[in-house]
């Protein structure tokens, strides 16, 4: 991995975490690609400015994580979270190929809250540990397990038939 | 339900097609570097071209006046100025490399 600063060298590791990265957000912003997409692009920003900081402890990626998560929170203290409807919308005309269960997974993640949803998807769909997520998250573990353990409750509620 | 649930949740997010997103993020990066530079290199002229006109202007053209011999006939100022000169350069030149 590099992490030389230098523009062709970062452009290596966008290239590489580019894909994780912007679906993440994309999850975190409901499927608004165009803004999940405007939060990667300054997440990669900052983490290009602040390289000599990141000392190597943890995962390059979940130092990348970390600063998309704090960007998150930023944006959505500027702008209060849009209706649920409109989301929705964008949602149901994602144009990935997609099977029903996975469409309706979408769905029922949409009406959780944003802690929910991030915890989530960091410790199922990225494999990352409870204590990863806390730190990517900058909460407690605790509270990341209790997040991961309500959302999962509140979708098996909400897909159950 | 459980179970079900925790392999949809485990599935891996869709891949994202770069379309030219790093690329866009590079060059950013890029633009904002080249500001940075030019920033640093002309903020301090800019800053002593701002204070200059609140300098004594006549006191420090009769001292520019006063030293520009002396130094244009010593022969060890003119080796240190160039000296000084040289090393200036070939810093930069390092830091370029």
Redesign the interface.
Known sequence: MSTDGSSRGFGRLVREHQSKLRAFLRRLTRGDAALADDLAQETFFEAHQKLAQFRGEGSFASWLFGIAWSRFLMERRKRKEEPLGEILDIVSVDPRPSTQAKLDLERAMARLSAEERAALTLCYALGHSHGEAAEILDMPLGTVKSHVSRGREKLKAMLEP | ??D???I???????????DG??????S???R??WWRERVTLFAPVAAVAAVLPFLPGDELTQVALKLTPIFAESGAVALAAAALALTLTLERRLSEA
């Open positions: 339900m459980s079900d649930l925790d949809l949740l485990a599935e891996p997010l869709p891949e994202v097609a770069d997103f790093s690329a866009r993020v590079v950013k990066i890029e904002a570097a």
